[in-house]
């Protein structure tokens, strides 16, 4: 197990509703990246959230928004939902911002989300 | 075109093969290779990551980077069963170039090691 856990598991919405998905990072870990995880795709980068301050953003729209909380817990939010938005969001933590041996990123195991 | 091409299989090899798997890439900024496993209804997991051309050997498994054609391969050895998953492989730039911990993933290749 990574230590990383991820709430819910799966996750049914309609279309212009707003979601919150939720990360639980190792213990230490400063860092958080959410990805997203289309069907039959690798992931793809959302966001990456260092010390609870934004550090870094994918081409993703400003309806996908993240916080991070000084309790290694973090949130990643999505409003007016669209079908698109349907696949596997996954939460990353690691050490610190920058890659190296010390900064590997571990992965939960994902929340499913279907836009109906 | 994508950054990051990966051909997506499905790949099905008997036991005991040795499996290869591929990316290549466009983006010459990429300095930190890696290859993820994912089993199904899991998150993707570290198996070998390496920096910049070269070799790199943990028992069954062997990563090779070549920069010069931007080409990486994941070699798998006696594969078992076990090994059924989606390798996926991803890369990040250095700090240098702006790369921060982002990784960037090929599609993944679905493999499967039959009995």
């Known amino acids: 197990e990574t230590g990383v856990t991820q709430s819910p598991t799966h996750l049914i919405k309609t279309r212009g509703q707003q979601v919150t998905l939720r990360c639980s990072s190792q213990s230490g870990h400063n860092t958080v990246s959410w990805y997203q995880q289309a069907l039959g795709q690798g992931p793809q980068f959302i966001f990456q959230?260092?010390?609870?301050?934004?550090?870094g953003r994918g081409n993703f729209p400003p309806r996908f928004s993240g916080l991070q909380f000084p309790n290694y817990s973090s949130e990643l939010n999505v409003n007016a939902l669209e079908l698109d938005d349907s696949a596997l969001y996954l939460c990353?933590?690691?050490?610190?911002?920058?890659?190296?041996?010390?900064?590997?990123?571990?992965f939960g195991a994902g929340t499913r989300l279907s836009v109906l | 075109q994508k950054e990051v091409e990966q051909d997506p299989g499905p790949l099905s090899v008997p036991e005991g093969a040795i499996v290869s798997l591929n990316c290549t890439y466009s983006?010459?900024?990429?300095?930190?290779f890696m290859w993820y496993r994912q089993y199904s209804r899991k998150g993707p997991e570290l198996l070998m990551y390496?920096?910049?051309?070269g070799n790199k050997e943990d028992g069954r498994f062997t990563a090779q980077v070549d920069k010069s054609s931007k080409y990486i391969s994941l070699f798998i050895r006696d594969s078992q069963p076990s090994d059924s998953a989606t390798y996926l492989c991803?890369?990040?730039?250095?700090?240098?170039?702006?790369?921060?911990?982002?990784?960037?993933f090929g599609t993944g290749t679905q493999l499967k090691v039959e009995l």
């Open positions: 390496t920096y910049s051309s």
């Open positions: 959230y260092y010390r609870e301050e934004e550090n």
């Open positions: 983006n010459s900024a990429f300095q930190y």
């Open positions: 991803a890369m990040s730039q250095s700090i240098l170039t702006g790369g921060g911990n982002k990784l960037t």
């Open positions: 990353a933590s690691s050490l610190g911002s920058t890659f190296s041996a010390k900064n590997i990123q571990y």
